[in-house]
Nanobody
Framework: VQLQAFGGGSVQAGGSLRLSCAASTRTLSTYNMGWFRQAPGNEREFVASISGSVGQTSYADSVKGRFTVSRDNAKNTVYLQMTILKPEDTAVYYC?????????????WGQGTLVTVSS
């Protein structure tokens, strides 16, 4: 499956952005989907995930209460609504797909979209 993340940009602290991840598959419900980010000089880190079947969500502590992950399986798209953005949220954001029932975790990755938050 191919993933394309978009929606990044530059925003001031306190602002909002919505990232989208479009998937080439017509069976997005068979994948758990995740968002990750990598800031310059840092390791890639988990941000949020949403399960394929019931839409159960999980968040990193650093974004809880500010970010919301959602999915529209009919549109083959996953979203990350980001609010109350902080300069430390600046990073390249990636979406990833984890096939349900297949070992190995997130097998498919998008190309990333840059989010820059200025103070």
């Amino acid at each position: 499956v191919q993933l394309q993340a978009f929606g990044g940009g530059s925003v001031q602290a306190g602002g909002s952005l919505r990232l989208s991840c479009a998937a080439s598959t017509r069976t997005l419900s068979t994948y758990n989907m995740g968002w990750f980010r990598q800031a310059p000089g840092n390791e890639r880190e988990f941000v949020a995930s949403i399960s394929g079947s019931v839409g159960q969500t999980s968040y990193a502590d650093s974004v809880k209460g500010r970010f919301t992950v959602s999915r529209d399986n009919a549109k083959n798209t996953v979203y990350l609504q980001m609010t109350i953005l902080k300069p430390e949220d600046t990073a390249v954001y990636y979406c990833a797909a984890d096939p349900i029932g297949v070992a190995g975790g997130y097998k498919y990755w998008g190309q990333g979209t840059l989010v820059t938050v200025s103070s």
